[in-house]
């Protein structure tokens, strides 16, 4: 399925066979202090740059009703979020897992996203709007 907006994660999540438990990484873009004129200016020109995980959550996908609910609730947190990345937790035997289970893959996700291997995660953008990196 090629997702279009978050709100289709939020549908094909809720279709599954098993039971979901969705894992959100929150993460602002920038450039360290020690980055160079060409660094800055990539980053300006949307190219480059870092991603530093601000916060992380997991939630079922009953518990969201749109990408807008979850800015709202988001935007509770500062410094604000440029980027989301979310993955999903599979339920055995339709069992969702719980949140206690969703921890140690939480924290995978926030140290994969440090160390740059983000491929295995959906980003979207601050309109719920998916995220190309090349």
Same mark, same amino acid.
């Given at each position: 399925?090629? !997702?279009? %907006? /978050?709100?289709? =994660?939020?549908?094909?999540? &809720?279709?599954? $066979?098993?039971?979901?438990?969705?894992? @959100? *990484?929150?993460?602002?873009?920038?450039?360290?202090?020690?980055?160079?004129?060409?660094?800055?200016?990539?980053?300006?020109?949307?190219?480059?740059?870092?991603?530093?995980?601000?916060?992380?959550?997991?939630?079922?996908?009953?518990? !969201?009703? %749109? /990408?807008?609910? =979850?800015?709202?609730?988001? &935007?509770?947190? $500062?410094?604000?979020?440029?980027?989301? @990345? *979310?993955?999903?937790?599979?339920?055995?035997?339709?069992?969702?897992?719980?949140?206690?289970?969703?921890?140690?893959?939480?924290?995978?996700?926030?140290?994969?996203?440090?160390?740059?291997?983000?491929?295995?995660?959906?980003?979207?953008?601050?309109?719920?709007?998916?995220?190309?990196?090349?």
């Amino acid at each position: 399925m090629t !997702l279009s %907006s /978050f709100d289709d =994660l939020l549908r094909s999540a &809720s279709a599954q $066979d098993e039971p979901q438990r969705l894992l @959100f *990484v929150f993460a602002t873009a920038g450039v360290p202090d020690d980055a160079t004129d060409e660094q800055r200016a990539r980053f300006e020109a949307g190219q480059g740059g870092t991603l530093t995980p601000l916060m992380c959550v997991d939630k079922s996908p009953d518990e !969201l009703t %749109s /990408f807008e609910a =979850l800015r709202k609730e988001s &935007s509770q947190f $500062d410094p604000a979020w440029d980027i989301v @990345f *979310v993955a999903a937790l599979s339920g055995k035997a339709g069992v969702a897992p719980t949140s206690a289970q969703a921890e140690a893959p939480l924290q995978s996700m926030v140290d994969a996203i440090k160390a740059g291997r983000i491929g295995a995660f959906v980003p979207f953008d601050g309109q719920g709007q998916p995220v190309q990196f090349t």
